[in-house]
């Protein structure tokens, strides 16, 4: 079954910290895979997005890594700033296919 | 610049009413086009993706229905609103191509805050 996992679900990080997000995913064959920003009652925004020959990719205080071979990706966010609260969401295609298989997310609280 | 609306920005609906949420995507063509159900602390499921007009596929069984009359324009609908279909509706578009490649994303619409009661 095609599926992504994101863990955690939540997490709580101080202001000025690094925190990073996992995602594991079963979807084959793999085409993509994306992370998103989802601020509260807003729509998605893309952050990066890899494909399987890909093992880095940054966006500023965002990196996110690949492991095609362990299906495992992760996001690394560098000094997080009171902004960088939101969930964030991985996603992966399936070859040949226009359709997006998204995990949960994990939610993302910075306080001061 | 591509754009994409999404309306109405909220909803609140009585049991058994109908729906109609709009989308349109500006700025491009031929898109592929997508409604996506967030429930309160869940993922986005998929509900319907179009590659055409009038080619609609629908995901998950349900109360709702999506039409394409025009290339650029995404509608989901109900004739009779239940509780259990509250939640976050989201729009999104993505460049036709057969397949999501390494160039091209998905763009969401700021999303539809549905309530029925």
């Known amino acids: 079954k095609n599926q992504v996992e994101q863990s955690p679900q939540s997490l709580i990080i101080l202001e000025g910290k690094n925190c990073t997000l996992q995602c594991n995913y079963t979807v084959s064959p793999f085409s993509n895979l994306r992370w998103y920003k989802q601020d509260t009652g807003r729509g998605p925004v893309s952050l990066t997005i890899m494909t399987f020959s890909e093992n880095t990719k940054s966006n500023g205080r965002y990196t996110a890594t690949l492991d095609a071979d362990t299906k495992q990706s992760s996001l690394h966010i560098t000094a997080s700033q009171l902004s960088d609260s939101a969930s964030y969401i991985c996603?992966?295609?399936?070859?040949?296919?226009?359709?997006?298989?998204f995990g949960t997310g994990t939610r993302l609280q910075v306080f001061p | 610049s591509q754009t994409i609306h999404q309306w109405p920005a909220t909803l609140v609906q009585p049991v058994g009413s109908p729906l109609s949420l709009e989308c349109t995507v500006e700025g491009t063509s031929n898109p592929n086009l997508y409604w996506y159900r967030q429930a309160a602390g869940r993922g986005l499921q998929l509900l319907f993706y179009?590659?055409?007009?009038?080619?609609i596929s629908s995901e998950v069984p349900q109360n709702l229905s999506a039409s394409r009359p025009q290339d650029r324009q995404f509608i989901l609908s109900s004739k009779k609103l239940l509780l259990s279909d509250s939640g976050f509706y989201l729009c999104a578009w993505s460049v036709r191509g057969g397949s999501p490649t390494a160039n091209t994303e998905a763009f969401f619409g700021q999303g539809t805050r549905l309530t029925v009661v």
């Open positions: 996603v992966v295609s399936r070859l040949n296919t226009d359709k997006l298989i």
């Open positions: 179009s590659v055409g007009i009038g080619q």
